[in-house]
């Protein structure tokens, strides 16, 4: 299925000579072993090809469907024009994910996921909902507290869908949880859960169901779903509809198994806009060896966080490896456990927050910390800038730490 859908993916963009254009050599692209000679797309790539500028990779959803916008890299965002029938598939792509990841179909299901802003999770959710022939809440981010957990206890639901900070926000709160007695399964989107609010969540409800509701991003749709024998950011991929590759950033070239790579991602399809090889931004390890306890034979992967997102701080540009590679030094091994925030004052000037993890093991001093970053490669400049002020590092909650208006937790804010 996935060699028919490669070619019909092929076919449609050599047919329209605006798409060929930007992959020479399509045309001779006749299986996944031809299409790992085409060169990578970059985000920025992409985002000088958006709609409605340029409509060059649409091919047929111009005038109809639906259009999603994500957030760029270098400020501009990506806008992606996906036709219905695309939008059809996505849905029933989700609803097989959910399917594999839960024993019992949901029955009532609460959708906190963000609505509007050209955001494609909510309305993902409500149709994979119908689709599953559960009844659904559209409950949005919006609501007070109180009235979500109103409408919890007052109409039995078993299942919310929202952000992994939604999730560990709602159940970390002991007043909340008499409410929630008739949750059974919480499914996350968005990003990983992470080992801080999963433990959070496990404490509050003995028994719920965290799963992930679908590996997805507002380019390609659905890439990948959770069988009961897969934890956190690991995924079985939808392997008819999705040509996945895990790659090595430098060379491109696919890595060996149980390695980390750089996820890319080829949507097999004839309609709305198709992108080949894309570097969708994540970081995973493939699987290739041995077979899933589920059975399946479909590929899996392991998310295990964003491609290094960099800042720029007056001229010095500083990634999160460069920050991860400093903080190892006294024991802070995972970026979900940090947040890097930029305070601007109005004088131009600006303070350093770093945030780390109540629950880490270690507490390093403020002093230690910032010792340690200053010796960090390129970092040092950072705090050697006139503009700079002072550093602050505090252990809090992660559900403290900032949110975009999607629920996503980013490793560097700007504030
Ligand atoms: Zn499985």
Redesign the pocket.
Known sequence: MRSHNLLATVDAIVKRPAAAARWPGIEDVRTADDLRKLPLMSPDALEDLCPPAVTDLALDSVDSGMVLRSSGTSGKRKVLYHSWEFDTRVTHLGARGVRAALTTAPRRVGNCLYPGELNGAFSFAQDLTRRLGAQTYPLGTSMRTEELLEVVREHRIDTLIGSPAMGADLLSDPANLASLASLRTYLYIGENLGAARAAVMAVAIPGLRVRSLSYSTSETGPIGYQ?P??GDGTH?VHDDAMYVEVVDPETGAEVADGEEGEVITTTLTDTGMPLVRFRIGDRAIRHTGGG???G?HASRITLTGRVPRSLNVDGATISQDLVMAQLRGVGVADPVDCQFQVRRAPDRGFDVLLLLSDRLAVRPTGDEVLRRLREGYHLGRVFAMPGFRGFTLRCVPTTDFVRNTRGKTPFFVEL
């Open positions: 069988c024998f897969q079985h899933c306890a589920c399946s």
